[in-house]
């Protein structure tokens, strides 16, 4: 039996595989069905204890006693589907993790012999986990430990991967005191999942406001002229900014991010994950692409996969973006790293991120981050889209406290 860790994986050796997610307390264990795009294809591929089947895939109640588990028929599962990822949060509500963190043992559904356990480590504020991801590749099925947070329970976790949740409209909120810079808004009421069966509030938490829009920042400072491709190869300090332009004309191709780091002491590993957010023009959340999604915007973003040490040279992980293929909606992506594990970016040493053409490998722009924090996230730079569908990259180098990409959403949307 294998003990995993964050982002790794198996092959399954059983057709049929049961996911049973144990904790010292009560657990609602759900299921969904993941086409290419990372999204449900309806509410119907959302698998829980109110709707407990699904194509290939079943819920299966422990009745209190035992573990509630989510099976899965590999040679069932429909051929448009590529994941299916197992979730959990407390069964009381507003629970948190903090202390009960849960084991999943992935075994074989018939004989029932543990193929795989996986324990998400140092767990805090999440209301609920993508514990771990079944999944479809080049044929093949295998297992990968995920363990992403997610602050607003269920809720966020089924909006996020495309089921719909129906919110009443809010009551009007009230006057701003004068004081405030910028009005709050009122809280929306309580969504239910929409479904025939009576919907269980244990899994429909308040959905969180989106943020107000933030006060405008003030300008970086400009570089000395306008930087562009043409003379090569560029080197950006601090918010300074390139435009992805060569010989007049916008790089409308692949292009790839990398990002590296060292570990600041020998013989340390540095769990880091590179991730990147991709925003509307109104600084809408779209998706985030990262080592437990590693495609989104069909495909136009692809991301290498999970380095789990920062060992060798060059870059430990790698983003492919098909600028050309970027959805007319999607106008900003922020390019982050996070420390999964919870080590601080003073224990890293020479980070950076760079820009290269995909088809040549030649590096068009590079940031190296000079400074450190002792914060366990960054947002190293983003792109933006003009209004003339030029593309341009900001270097920015600031950091957050966050262990994982959904905390970065935010201080992400307010730094574009």
Not at 106 to 133: M, Y
Not at 357 to 384: C, H, W, Y
Request: hydrophobic share 40%.
């Amino acid at each position: 039996m294998t003990a995993m860790t964050p982002g790794s994986n198996i092959p399954l050796s059983a057709v049929r595989v049961a996911v049973d997610v144990a904790a010292p307390v009560r657990l609602d264990v759900s299921g969904l069905l993941l086409s290419a795009d990372g999204k449900v294809r309806s509410d119907d591929d959302f698998i829980f204890y109110n709707q407990p089947s699904g194509p290939g895939v079943t819920y299966r109640s422990g009745g209190g006693t035992a573990p509630d588990s989510i099976v899965v028929d590999t040679g069932a599962v429909p051929p448009g589907i590529e994941k299916i990822v197992v979730t959990a949060s407390p069964d009381a509500a507003g629970q948190t993790f903090q202390g009960i963190e849960p084991t999943a043992t992935v075994r074989d559904a018939d004989s029932g012999s543990a193929l795989a356990t996986f324990t998400p480590p140092r767990l805090g504020t999440e209301t609920a986990l993508v514990v771990i991801e079944i999944y479809r590749r080049q044929g093949a099925w295998k297992a990968r430990a995920v363990g992403q947070g997610y602050a607003d329970g269920l809720a966020g976790i089924a909006t996020d991967f495309g089921v719909t949740v129906e919110e009443p409209a809010a009551q009007p909120a009230p006057p701003a005191p004068a004081a405030q810079a910028y009005p709050q808004t009122a809280p929306p009421a309580a969504p239910a999942y929409p479904q025939a069966a009576p919907v269980d509030p244990r899994i429909a938490p308040p959905m969180p406001s989106a943020p107000p829009a933030p006060p405008a920042a003030a300008p970086a400072p400009a570089a000395s002229g306008k930087i562009n491709l043409d003379k090569g190869r560029v080197s950006l300090q601090k918010n300074q900014t390139v435009s992805l332009v060569k010989g007049g004309r916008p790089l409308l191709s692949q292009v790839k991010m990398g990002l590296g780091w060292e570990p600041a002491f020998r013989g340390k590993d540095i769990d880091l994950d590179a991730s990147v957010i991709a925003y509307g023009p109104d600084r809408k959340h779209l998706d985030s692409c990262y080592f437990g999604k590693l495609s989104i915007l069909n495909g136009a973003i692809k991301h290498s996969g999970d380095n789990l040490t920062g060992e060798g040279a060059g870059d430990d992980e790698v983003i492919v973006v098909d600028l050309g293929r970027i959805p007319a909606e999607a106008t900003g992506l922020v390019f982050t790293v996070n420390s999964f594990t919870g080590q601080k970016f003073t224990e890293v040493a020479k980070a950076y991120c760079r820009l290269l053409d995909a088809a040549t490998g030649e590096e068009l722009v590079r940031f190296d981050l000079s400074s450190t924090e002792p914060q366990t996230g960054v947002m190293m730079a983003k792109l933006i889209k003009q209004f003339t569908g030029e593309w341009e990259m900001t270097a920015m180098g600031e950091f957050v406290k966050s262990r994982t990409v959904r905390g970065m959403v935010k201080p992400a949307a307010a730094a574009l």
